[in-house]
């Protein structure tokens, strides 16, 4: 059993940046994990993915702006977000993931471990 929950969200201004974090209870070492985010009105969509031994995955929107990144011995994932833009704004969610894969999946249905998520607002 796994338990995620994310801290560091808030309201920033344009150009702007905030670190994300995600403290996991459980094993997760062995884990695919994401974040993925959600504006009203809108899909959820995955933002930013990490595997062990394997790569990494970005969205286009995020790519050269988000940087993912895991401490697999505090059990933790964070997101730092430079430049953020007020089409950033959404709730951001930690996501985990007990299948087995050999690539990194960006599809929600494939994440079977979910933080409440936190919000994210960018102003300009």
């Known amino acids: 059993q796994v338990q995620l929950v994310e801290s560091g969200g808030g309201s920033v201004q344009a150009g702007g940046s905030l670190r994300l974090s995600c403290a996991a209870s459980g094993s997760t070492g062995s884990m695919l994990m994401a974040w993925f985010r959600q504006a009203p009105g809108k899909e959820r969509e995955a933002v930013a993915a990490?595997?062990?031994?394997?790569?990494?995955y970005y969205s286009d929107s995020v790519k050269g702006r988000f940087t993912i990144s895991r401490d697999i011995a505090k059990n933790t994932m964070t997101l730092q977000m430079n430049s953020l833009k007020p089409e950033d704004t959404a709730i951001y969610y930690c996501?985990?993931?007990?299948?087995?894969?050999?690539?990194?999946?960006?599809?929600?249905?494939?994440?079977?471990?979910w933080g409440p998520g936190t919000q994210v607002t960018v102003t300009s």
């Open positions: 996501a985990a993931s007990s299948r087995e894969f050999n690539v990194v999946v960006t599809n929600e249905a494939e994440y079977n471990y």
């Open positions: 990490a595997y062990p031994r394997l790569h990494t």
